[in-house]
Each structure stands twice: as C-alpha cells, then as structure tokens.
C-alpha cells in the first residue's frame, strides 16, 4: 500500500502565497508522476497541475504564472507553490501519484485526503 500526505494548507489573505508538501510512503518502487487537485463546494474535482518523472509539468490555465509544482524525488515528495491566491482559489487539495509497488507491477493511482486552503478577500 501507498499512503499520501499532505501539509500546508490553511488561511490566507487575498494576494498571499501558500506552499503545499505531500510525501509518499509505503510500497514504492517508482512514482511515475505526482499532482494537485481541487475541489471547491459544489464543483467537481479539477487539476491544478502535475509533474512526471522527468519533470515535464502540466498546469490548469487559472494557475498558470501563479502555482508552481516541484518534487524531490529522492523523498518521494511533491510541492505546490501558490502565490497571488484568490478567493476563487479556495478549495480542498488533493495530492495524487500515479505509482508501482514492484518491477512487475503495473502503475496505481493514490489519493491524499486532501487539505484545506481558504483565501479570504
């Protein structure tokens, strides 16, 4: 089994900067990419962005310039920076990692039980 865990999350100020951490541990033999979603009230769950093994990133368009994803991999940790948040910013962030127990397993998917980050105006 794979456990994800998450930190950083909490309350900021309109035009203020947050730092997410999630470090995956357990039954890893390689991590093919790791990633942040979101979930506000009421809305379904969206990327906000996501980084391979080699480090090729992917972000959604309304964080782009803002956010910035990053690992360590020799920690099997990810990084969320966001900077000039927005209310609309707000949501429960998960952390995600697409993962291989052993060299004969195939990858699976992992999910954090997500975060809290509130922006207030």
């Known amino acids: 089994q794979v456990q994800l865990a998450e930190s950083g999350g909490g309350l900021v100020q309109a035009g203020g900067s947050l730092r997410l951490s999630c470090a995956a541990s357990g039954s890893i033999f390689s991590i093919n990419s790791m990633g942040w979603y979101r979930q506000a009230p009421g809305k379904q769950r969206e990327l906000v962005a996501t980084?391979?093994?080699?480090?090729?990133?992917n972000y959604a368009d309304s964080v782009k310039g803002r956010f910035t994803i990053s690992t360590e991999n020799a920690k099997n940790t990810v990084y969320l920076q966001m900077s000039s948040l927005t209310p609309d910013d707000t949501a429960v962030y998960y952390c995600?990692?697409?993962?291989?127990?052993?060299?004969?397993?195939?990858?699976?998917?992992?999910w954090g039980q997500g975060t809290q980050v509130t922006v207030s105006s």
């Open positions: 995600n990692a697409w993962v291989r127990s052993g060299i004969l397993n195939p990858h699976s998917e992992y």
């Open positions: 980084i391979t093994r080699g480090g090729s990133t």
